[in-house]
């Protein structure tokens, strides 16, 4: 991600807000190489990040195995790297303090098995599951994510029982759709009230290759339809990953340094929007590094999510950026200090 380093001389927006980076990945693919050390190097770049959760990549799964058990190889890499952090040698932050692994639910109950061996694997660390459900007719965005998910994935039987096994067992499930697709995961919501679902990337306003003016229309289609969803209370949302190219803002082609100010004034009426519909105790602030690396640095992004909230009251902005985060993926961390 070429552009993750810039932005590392702005000056920190409110250094010491403790962070809980809601929304990260680690991986080592082909042309992306984002692993411990390079997270460290962000984390420790100036914010006052306190603590992450690890997402899904389909990153080190096992190579052999049963199918539907090869998963469980990413909950061991990660819990791996969480138990590096947690011996304070590779700084204060917590990494991976929580852990999202994918599993498939479409295979129905037969997912239950690898559920458990998800938490048998995830050091008290698993918190729930992620299967990105991303439909588009268009190739194109599917060249800025790992897989190809098949279309109306929500909506099957095979998903729907596979979905019921995670109240059975306490976990939770990171919805990642495109805006058309916000109605279907309301019925999801609807049917499974006793799961919390958290709406990755503010339910992504797909707007990519198209002009102003259309960009204005998915906004209102996508505002509405997220108001909708709100009126479930099991789903919260994670606000960021405004830097992937699905959102139609360009920063992605820009070959100069995008700068904090600039990423504030686009992103904020959709960050806006978001806490507003969800309120401060519903959402919390994630990087999506590195794939946010698309359009900016990681210092610039924090500077820039800060930026856009810095009329909040404190105790909204604590909620924002760690203590919503905390309370959903069980994150144990005292905030005595905080306010």
Known sequence: MHKRHDGRNEPIVDPELPIIDAHHHLMDKKGVRYLLGDIVDDVSAGHNIIA??????HSMMRADGPELIRPVGETEFANGIAAMSASGGYGPCRINSAIVAFADLSAGSQVAETLDAHIAAGGNRFRGIRQVAIWHPSPDPYRFIMTRPVKDLMTGVGFRAGFSQLAKRGLSFDAAVFHPQLGELAGLADEFPDTPIVLNH???????????????????????SLRELARRPNVMVKVGGLGMPFWGFGFEERKDPVGFEELAETWAPYVETGIEIFGADRCMMQSNFPADGHSCGYVPLWNALKTIVKSYSPEDKAKLFSRTASRVYNIPIDFAADL
Not at 52 to 57: A, C, L, Q
């Open 202 to 224: 503010l339910g992504f306003a797909m707007a990519m290759g198209t002009v102003e003016r259309a960009r204005k229309e998915v906004f209102k289609i996508w505002r509405s």
């Open 52 to 57: 992450t959760v690890y997402v899904e990549s």
